[in-house]
């Protein structure tokens, strides 16, 4: 079994910022790519950003501009940098980890809330 151990959520202002990061077991991390998603009750999850083994990012059109994605293989940790947060922001924000070798796990989620 692979645990995601996420940590970073919280509440922001409208317009603020939160670092969001994920720590993988160092058996694992180095080879495979990991992201991050998003889920509002009633809503399917969406994609926030992914990142490769190799460290290229790609992001859901909606935080393009705002959120960075970043890994650190030497640490096993993945963030998200997100700014200039917007109260549609809100959500639980789930770290993804997708393996060559055995599939995807997924964290425990963690809740973002933008709110004045």
């Known amino acids: 079994q692979v645990r995601l151990v996420e940590s970073g959520g919280g509440l922001a202002q409208p317009g603020g910022s939160l670092r969001l990061s994920c720590t993988a077991p160092?058996?694992?991390?180095?080879?495979?790519?990991m992201g991050w998603y998003r889920q509002v009750p009633g809503k399917q999850r969406e994609l926030v950003a992914t990142?490769?083994?190799?460290?290229?990012?790609n992001y859901g059109d909606s935080v393009k501009g705002r959120f960075t994605i970043s890994r650190d293989n030497a640490k096993d940790t993945m963030y998200l940098q997100m700014n200039s947060l917007k109260p549609e922001d809100t959500a639980v924000y789930y770290c993804?980890?997708?393996?060559?070798?055995?599939?995807?796990?997924w964290g425990q989620g963690t809740q973002v809330t933008v709110s004045s």
């Open positions: 993804n980890l997708d393996s060559p070798f055995s599939g995807r796990y």
């Open positions: 160092r058996t694992i991390f180095s080879f495979s790519a």
């Open positions: 990142i490769t083994k190799d460290g290229s990012p």
